[in-house]
């Protein structure tokens, strides 16, 4: 018989699982090499399957690179190594709502991990099950938010409140502390009803398929145009290490450009005295000058997620210009430069203090590129010239207005290059009031949706 038939069963499904985490991971953007592969498994063999906890921390610290991915990691492990197989034991009767709910409150002030992990799998179990079809053993699906949504644990805050402080009895907590405190421990609980949920589903119809459909992205993979206020802020927070990678990366283009290119004249002159072997390459010595760098940016609707996070991204890179200044716009134009500073110290509020302060809109409150472009042109004429580099940000919806082709061919007449970051899908580009073909004739338009995108367009896009 081959060693294939006389493997053990077990060992072949564990890698089964492995190497399908580590396909999962890589579909959702997570860089995993064969190298961490293969440390991966010897994690796996060292560590081995007692200790559930010590087999997670072994396999993220293999396999990751950084803290960004544990989000994904721990709901994919979950998946892959479930802390449970099957439906839970019990009669199947119905669950009292009110008594779970009350079972809920005291776990929560008592913060007890153990019966909240309990208490998810009740919950799902009860609450969460759909479709279920005449005759058939159970469920046809599970849902986390059919559970949450009848068990509504963020309306538990006030009891539980008042049981921590029974307990505390001195009310030695900080009502504001305590109130957040709370929080967390209901988020962690509605992510272990999601968890639960997920398992269920995946032991249903397959762990690859709930693993590409059924787990959020991570940020930098989110559409601008589609994240939420908590996913916006968590794009935020990764503007100043992606400003520290761009910055290196933008030196070192720098170095590169101040050595020069090969003068074959001269080098060819000079290999004379070697016989005619080019020893020494002589180079035309370039000293490049700092570029300049306009925004001009849509802040409107859904399109401000995308150029807030651009704005904070470029303040935080000011840097290597000489010169940096930014425009916004809606269907006027205000340069909101000064604003940016303060905005690194509250990026959350950089749009609300924008549009309080910046004025950016007329008779109406729609965007109109073509409006915000001649304005631009006319009254802010000094802000571009030769050495300029324009990026324009927006998703270039006119509203049915005049789009203005007139200015952008003045702007690209009297500026060294202008780019156009759109974050709309390139498919939906002419689609409706979508003037970004006509545009795009006149300037270079890249697809711009997620934050990993927006690394990629940028490192490459801005001057050197």
Known sequence: MTAAADADPADTDLVTRLTGLVDALRAHGLRIGTGETVDAARAVEALGLADRELLREGLAATLLHGAGGRPVFDA????????????????????????????????????????????????????????????????????????????????????????VRGRDGSGSFADRLLEDEIRRRVEEFRRLVAAEARRRAAERRGRDEIARRALAPTADRVDFLLAGKDRLAEMRRTVQPLARKLATRLAARRRRAARGTVDLRRTLRGSLSTGGVPVKPVLRRRRPARPELVLLCDVSGSVAGFSDFTMLLVQALHDQFSKVRVFAFVNRVDEVTGLLVHGAADPEGLNARIRAEARLTAWHDSSDYGAALGEFTGRYADAVGPRTTVFVLGDARTNMADPNLAAVRDLTRRTRRV?????????????????????????????????????????????V
């Open 419 to 463: 780019h156009w970051l759109n974050p709309e899908p390139r498919t939906l580009w002419g689609t409706g009031d979508s003037a970004a073909p006509a545009y795009a004739e006149l300037v270079d338009m890249r697809e711009c949706r997620n934050v990993r995108q927006l690394d990629a367009v940028v490192g490459r896009l801005l001057p």
């Open 76 to 163: 994919v492990f979950e998946l892959y190594f479930p802390s449970r197989v099957g439906l839970p034991d019990g009669d199947g009767g119905d669950t009292d709502r009110e008594a779970l709910r009350a079972r809920l409150a005291e776990a929560l002030a008592a913060n007890d991990t153990a019966a909240l992990a309990r208490l998810a799998v009740e919950a799902v179990d009860g609450f969460g099950g759909y479709g279920g079809s005449p005759g058939s053993d159970g469920s046809d699906g599970w849902s986390s938010y059919q559970t949450l949504d009848r068990l509504r644990p963020q309306t538990l805050l006030a009891r539980v409140r008042d049981e």
